[in-house]
């Protein structure tokens, strides 16, 4: 399978994240994103094609025709901004293509709130070390990664 990233930025390896969780690849595998920061607000795009299953400001999780889901989360432990500084674009039980827009954010409000604006994209209930990186700097919807069951 292959996903698209959700944001322009750096990519990175998953186990380089500050949150452990992530790092230790303990809900999947994947990679993150460091957000561009061009003093514009972003917008997240769904790395793959389906379902939304969960939206939350912070953080939406797509699951594709298969039945896999893929998590995109924006930024570390911004849940404690209770949604503040996002904006939804769409909406849970809606399908969406890889691309289409989900979330609004500002990654510079992220980080000024204290919160790290990193991005983990990862592919939920996925072994370890089964997902391959395709890009070092990607556009929204680029390519970014290959899973491999």
């Not at 797509?62 to 998590?71: K, M």
């Not at 039980?93 to 510079?108: H, Q, S």
């Not at 983990?120 to 069951?149: I, N």
């Amino acid at each position: 399978m292959n996903l698209v990233s959700p944001l322009p930025g750096t990519v990175v390896a998953l186990t380089t994240v500050s949150d452990p969780v992530f790092a230790q690849q303990l809900v999947g595998a994947g990679a993150a994103v460091k957000p561009a920061r061009s003093g514009e607000k972003l917008t997240a795009v769904a790395p793959i094609s389906g379902t939304i299953a969960k939206l939350h400001p912070h953080a939406f999780v797509i699951v594709g025709d298969e039945g896999v889901g893929v998590l995109v989360h924006i930024g570390i432990d911004t849940v404690q901004l209770k949604g503040e500084g996002f904006a939804l674009l769409a909406a849970e039980k809606t399908r969406v293509n890889a691309g289409d827009p989900v979330v609004t954010f500002d990654p510079e409000a992220v980080v000024a709130a204290g919160y790290d604006d990193i991005c983990p994209v990862v592919v939920l209930d996925s072994k370890p070390d089964t997902a391959t990186v395709t890009a070092t700097e990607v556009a929204a919807g680029d390519p970014l990664l290959t899973w491999h069951p």
